[in-house]
């Protein structure tokens, strides 16, 4: 499952880890695609929307935190990651683009309390998607 802000980049992500060509659109509400799910940014950002992230969690395996490079000022609440109940993963989006920049998005990753593995990526030039899915296909998978 991928949260994170508005625009952070999850949609663009899952498409191109399913080579998916489809030109992005707002996520408007909570999809099941093809081994991913897709939630809305505000359902990060609004606190009421928190519970509806929570249910679809226990459908996943894994929840993938986003974090756009460009971008950091929009962040999640402190310790956001810590309301999960699954394995919880850092991804650092848009590293191909003018300003952007990884390692003041790893922190801001670290303060919502995402943990190691972070990885870097770019879904306009794949850069990093593949060692990300490789992690994903062997060893994010939650165990129970
Ligand atoms: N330069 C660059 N732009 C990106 C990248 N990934 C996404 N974008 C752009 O960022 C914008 C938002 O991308 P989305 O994938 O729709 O973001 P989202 O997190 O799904 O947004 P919501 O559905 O509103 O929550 C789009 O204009 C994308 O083209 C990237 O890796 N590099
Ligand atoms: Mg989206």
């Known amino acids: 499952m991928f949260v994170g802000a508005v625009g952070a980049g999850k949609t663009s992500l899952i498409h191109v880890l399913q080579n998916d060509c489809q030109k992005v ?11 991913a799910i897709d939630t809305p940014g505000e359902y990060a950002q609004i606190p009421r929307f928190y ?15 986003v974090q756009d490079a460009t971008d950091l000022k929009t962040t999640l609440p402190p310790g956001f990651a810590g309301i999960f109940t699954r394995k919880v993963v850092g991804v650092v989006t848009k590293i191909d683009a003018l300003g952007a920049e990884r ?4 922190n801001r990753l670290f303060q919502v309390g995402v943990k190691d593995p972070i990885f870097f990526v770019s879904a306009h030039t794949r ?3 593949d060692v990300f899915m490789d ?8 165990n129970e």
């Open 127 to 129: 850069e990093g998607i």
């Open 25 to 35: 659109q707002k996520t408007q509400s909570i999809i099941f695609t093809d081994g």
């Open 51 to 65: 519970s509806a992230l929570l249910i679809t969690a226990v459908e996943s395996s894994i929840v993938v935190i």
């Open 103 to 106: 390692e003041k998005a790893r």
């Open 135 to 142: 992690y994903l296909m062997k060893g994010g998978v939650h």
